[in-house]
């Protein structure tokens, strides 16, 4: 079963009950440490939210299968570690990734300011053609 993470429909298709995923896609979720990267993919992955986060180690990944125009897409998020100790580590997960988030926390200055060092990373290891959204997080808390 060829289960290709570049977005072209999978031949074969995977098997996921008695549905066929048409299409999967990996998406990159990158920043600065501690400003909500898993609390973001878990409300889109699980719907879930908890105040008791712990600091990713490494890379994680969940997924999330959409129906969109009648083909089921499993997005494969991963989460990466915002620390500098585990760039190292990360960087090879940008390999087949289509899309990337790029997370700062509106409370920390220095997360935005720091924006432009992972597009820059992005850039390095990444595919050229990437899709990049750059996302805001914990925008309650600066009301």
Not at 42 to 53: G, H, I, Q, W, Y
Not at 60 to 66: L, P, W
Not at 99 to 123: C, I, N
Request: aromatic fraction near 8%; proline fraction near 1%; charged fraction near 25%.
């Amino acid at each position: 079963m060829n289960q290709e993470m570049n977005g072209r429909e999978i031949e074969g298709h995977l098997e996921s009950g008695p549905d066929k995923i048409d299409y999967v896609f990996k998406v990159v979720v990158i920043g600065d440490s501690a400003v909500g990267k898993t609390q973001l993919l878990s409300r889109f992955a699980k719907n879930e939210f908890c105040l008791d986060s712990k600091s990713t180690i490494g890379v994680e990944f969940q997924t999330r299968t959409v129906n969109i125009n009648s083909k089921l897409v499993k997005a494969q998020i991963w989460d990466t570690a915002g620390q500098e100790r585990y760039r190292a580590v990360t960087s090879a997960y940008y390999r087949g990734a289509l899309g990337a988030m790029l997370v700062y926390d509106v409370t920390k200055r220095q997360s935005f300011d720091h924006v432009a060092r992972w597009v820059e990373e992005l850039r390095a290891h990444a595919d050229n053609s990437i899709v990049i959204a750059l996302m805001a997080t914990k925008l309650i808390l600066s009301i």
